[in-house]
């Protein structure tokens, strides 16, 4: 880079292709999309690639980091607090009262979340006038770290060996939180506190007790760069055994839609973000922090957003695809995506790729041209056109261009 080595964004844009498939279904189980450029397109949502990127399990995941996680469900503090404790010999009464009193301190309790709980109540009454031990859960999907959650387990462990009666638990633990001021900072003072995930994809959370974390990671929808193309999939399930007897055996008639495209997709890493997110440091001293994690995360990421592919219907369409083009820059300047370059949908004739190919090039031209050349960038493509390789530069494998990647971050510059 010119005057400086470690950029403050670096951007990651691809181009995949997907036949008959069914990546990312709406309410109704028919392909997401969005209008643009005054056509329909078929459309993946940011959701769902997070979701696959951050779950995916093998070469080049985030797993790999062994960084404690996150946990997202509504019986989160069934699992990982109840369970353990009683596990522990605690007793039953006395840990649910505990842990019931921590979870509005912790988490704040909306009206809503007020109403479904004195509506579950109800519903656990016993005709004998008692309740029944239910499963707890919060009224929406919680994100808490594995360190998070492994210090409330401490602290509720400790809790219920000293609370006189499960009756008493709630004024006993509400008068502890009270008066223990530290909570607040033991928990945002451990490292990675919301696990790996959250400090990539960021968290919402109504308590001040838990680090709100804004997302480092930038995810754009992914859309199709010409207008949307769809069949409709009629199919049928036979009986084997009704066929087996001469009938015709079919035991199930349906359809479902199938769709096929070419994807663009689009990532900003919001450097210091991340860097202040996984190390704790405040963001304004990001370059002097340890950008070590930092780097080989960004270089997963970039395998993850070429070769991690989303998709219903996985075992009637395997929607496994690599990309066609990995784009990624690095620089200072404000991040831009490149969809413009399809607004005007894509001509899929003579060569759907090579006409792609084509409008990026001559969209990256054209903003050089008027906002100068702002980043530095690497590029990975299978047939790249000459107009492609002017504008992005040499190709080289997935692998320099992950490897650049991270050791910009890193600080490991040539």
């Given amino acids: 880079m010119t005057s400086m080595q470690t950029p403050r964004f670096l951007q990651i844009h691809t181009l995949t292709s997907y ?4 990546l990312n279904r709406d309410d109704a189980g028919f392909a997401k999309r969005i209008p643009f450029g005054g ?21 080049h995941s985030l797993a790999e980091l ?7 469900s509504r019986y989160t503090f069934e699992k990982y607090l109840i369970q353990p404790l009683l596990a522990d010999g605690k007793s039953e009464p006395v840990v649910r009262a505990v842990v019931e009193a921590i979870l509005p301190a912790l988490l704040g309790k909306s009206e809503k979340a007020k109403k479904e709980e004195a509506e579950g109540e109800k519903k656990g009454k016993k ?15 919680t994100v808490l770290g594995r360190p998070e959650l492994d210090y409330l387990k401490k602290m509720a462990s400790w809790l219920c060996d000293r609370v006189p009666s499960p009756d008493k638990a709630k004024g006993f633990v509400e008068e502890h939180l009270k008066k223990s001021k530290d909570l607040r900072e033991n928990l945002q003072a451990i490292p990675l506190a919301a696990g790996l995930d959250a400090a990539l994809f960021g968290r919402m959370v109504t308590s ?9 990671l930038h995810v754009a929808h992914a859309f199709t760069v010409h207008e949307e193309q769809s069949e409709t999939d009629y199919f049928s399930a036979v009986d084997d055994l009704e066929s087996a007897e001469g009938k015709l055996g079919s035991g199930h008639i349906n359809t479902a839609e199938l769709t096929t495209g070419f994807f663009y997709g689009y990532v900003v890493v919001d450097v210091p ?18 950008r070590k994690l930092a780097g080989d995360v960004i270089e997963r990421l970039v395998y993850l957003v070429a070769t991690v592919s989303p998709g ?13 083009l990995v784009l990624v820059e690095a620089g200072n300047a404000q991040p831009s995506t490149l969809a413009n370059a399809f607004l005007s949908p894509v001509k899929e004739r003579p060569d759907l790729v090579a006409n792609t190919y084509n409008a990026l090039a001559e969209f ?26 002017a504008a992005a530069g040499e190709r080289a494998p997935l692998a320099e261009v992950a490897s650049w990647a991270g050791k910009l971050l890193r600080g490991d510059h040539d």
């Fill in 208 to 216: 001040d007790l838990l680090a709100r974390g804004d997302a480092a």
């Fill in 364 to 389: 990256l031209v054209e903003l050089d041209a008027m906002y100068g050349a702002r980043h530095q960038r690497r590029l990975a493509a299978l047939k790249p056109t000459d107009a492609l390789l």
């Fill in 273 to 290: 973000l991340l860097v202040s997110n996984l190390t704790g440091c405040p963001r304004k001293d990001w370059l002097s922090a340890d």
């Fill in 19 to 22: 036949p008959a498939s069914l």
């Fill in 127 to 141: 005709k004998d006038g008692g309740t029944e031990p239910q499963a707890l859960q919060t009224g929406q999907v």
């Fill in 312 to 324: 219903a219907k996985l075992g009637s369409t395997a929607p496994h695809a690599n990309a066609h």
């Fill in 66 to 72: 062994n960084q404690p996680g996150s946990v997202r």
């Fill in 39 to 59: 056509v329909s397109r078929v459309r993946i949502s940011s959701q769902c690639l997070k979701r696959h990127w951050r779950t995916f399990r093998g070469e």
